[in-house]
T-cell receptor, first 116, second 111 residues
Framework: DTAVSQTPKYLVTQMGNDKSIKCEQN?????MYWYKQDSKKFLKIMFS???????INETVPNRFSPKSPDKAHLNLHINSLELGDSAVYFC???????????????FGPGTRLTVT | KQEVTQIPAALSVPEGENLVLNCSFTDSAIYNLQWFRQDPGKGLTSLLL?????REQTSGRLNASLDKSSGRSTLYIAASQPGDSATYLCAKTNAGNMLTFGGGTRLMVKP
């Protein structure tokens, strides 16, 4: 009955490979997010996505792309992995976003990506 | 430029002490402010969310306040326990509901 789940929990891969991280939420939320936590433990937003709009943080390289097969899933695809991509990636979800307000976000357990 | 700053970066207190964690932000046009707890190697657990129209929220031994005009939020933990040891993160929400996090405060409560 996990609210936001991610797979895999750990991912070790070599430079240049392409990999995906999966995220699923069973909260019925409309919006999902990806965050990156670097080696200094600093968390930064990467994407916000609902079925109408994708908002991308301008600092995110275009090697990263979110893919949403349905409202409950938002997968993160990473092409041509680099050493600097090593981090913990967190998925989150919330009710629909809106400029009139904001909603509590619920986070997954994280995926630790190590690029060698 | 750091939009959200948390002070102190680390804090160690004896069990039972009341403590305050500080969060400051540079843009007063926030939608809400959320406090999280992160245990080592784990995800984030939402503790409290304060809407921009509110001044404070309480949950058990936790109380969070928000002062938009001064760009500050505080998390007050009463009667701290060893189980409170974790990293506490504050995050502000902008349009689009995306969170901007502070660097966190690592709290250690000693028995």
């Amino acid at each position: 009955d996990t609210a936001v789940s991610q797979t895999p929990k750990y991912l070790v891969t070599q430079m240049g490979n392409d990999k995906s991280i999966k995220c699923e939420q069973n909260l019925g939320h409309d919006t999902m997010y990806w965050y990156k936590q670097d080696s200094k433990k600093f968390l930064k937003i990467m994407f916000s996505y609902n079925n109408k709009e994708l908002i991308i943080n301008e600092t995110v390289p275009n090697r990263f792309s979110p893919k949403s097969p349905d409202k409950a899933h938002l997968n993160l695809h990473i092409n041509s992995l680099e050493l600097g991509d090593s981090a913990v990636y967190f998925c989150a979800s919330s009710q629909a976003t809106g400029y009139s307000g904001a909603y509590e976000q619920y986070f997954g357990p994280g995926t630790r990506l190590t690029v060698t | 430029k750091q939009e959200v700053t948390q002070i102190p970066a680390a804090l160690s207190v004896p069990e039972g002490e009341n403590l305050v964690l500080n969060c400051s932000f540079t843009d007063s046009a926030i939608y809400n402010l959320q406090w999280f707890r992160q245990d080592p190697g784990k995800g984030l657990t939402s503790l409290l969310l304060i809407q921009s129209s509110q001044r404070e929220q309480t949950s058990g031994r936790l109380n969070a306040s928000l002062d938009k005009s001064s760009g500050r939020s505080t998390l007050y933990i009463a009667a701290s326990q060893p189980g409170d040891s974790a990293t506490y993160l504050c995050a502000k929400t902008n349009a689009g509901n995306m969170l901007t996090f502070g660097g966190g405060t690592r709290l250690m409560v000693k028995p």
